[in-house]
C-alpha cells in the first residue's frame, strides 16, 4: 500500500515534469544562444561514453564541491555544468536571471550534452525539494538513477575560505545575484553566509 508521502511526492515530480517540458517549448533564441554558448565550450572538456549518466553535488559552500567535481570528471570524463557560470553568463548577456530562465537553460544544457553521450556533473548545492526534482527529471534522459555526492568540511576551514577575500572574488555573491537586496558595500561573504543558513535546514532534512 502506498504512502500518503509517497503520493504526494508522485504528483509534485509530475507536475514539475510537466512545467519543465512547457517551459522548454517556449524558450526564445536569446536562451538558446547561451545554451549554444556554453555547450561549445563544454564538450571539448570530456569525453563521450555509451551510458551517460547525472551526478548531481551537494554541500555549502567553502565544502569542496567544485573540488570534487573537477576530480569526478578528470577520472571520469564527466562535464561540469555550474549552475554559478549559468547565472554569470546570464549576467554577462543581460538577461533575466529570474528561476525560469535559468532553470531553463541549466535543463537544455544538460540534456544535450545526455544526448551528445557525455556524463553531466551537476556542480551546485542541489539539495532544496525543486533542486531534487531537477535532478530526477534530468536524469531521464541519462543511463540509470542520478548519483548524489555531497561534500562536508572542517567548519573552520571552511570558514577560513569564504572570508578569504579572493575566494568569492567574481563569484555569484560579489555580483549580488544573491540576496542583492543588501547594501552595496556590503561583503560578499555576508550573501554567502545569509545563503548558507537558508540552506542548512535542507541539509538537516536530507540527512535524517
Sequence with gaps: MFGVSWLLKRASTRAFTNWMNESLALQGAAMEGVVQELFSELVVTGQRTKSPRVIAMMGLTGSGKTAVARRVAKKGGGVIVSSDTILLCLRARGMSMDGETRIGVHARLARFLLEEGFTVILDGDYVTP???????????????????????????IQEMRIMAPAYLEGSIYAHRLVWNTLPSRAPPALACHLEMMRRIGFHYDFTR
Design 130 to 156: 525543486e533542486s531534487l526534482d531537477f535532478v530526477e527529471w534530468i536524469s531521464g534522459y541519462s543511463v540509470g538513477r542520478p548519483i548524489y555526492i555531497r561534500t562536508v568540511c572542517d567548519l573552520v
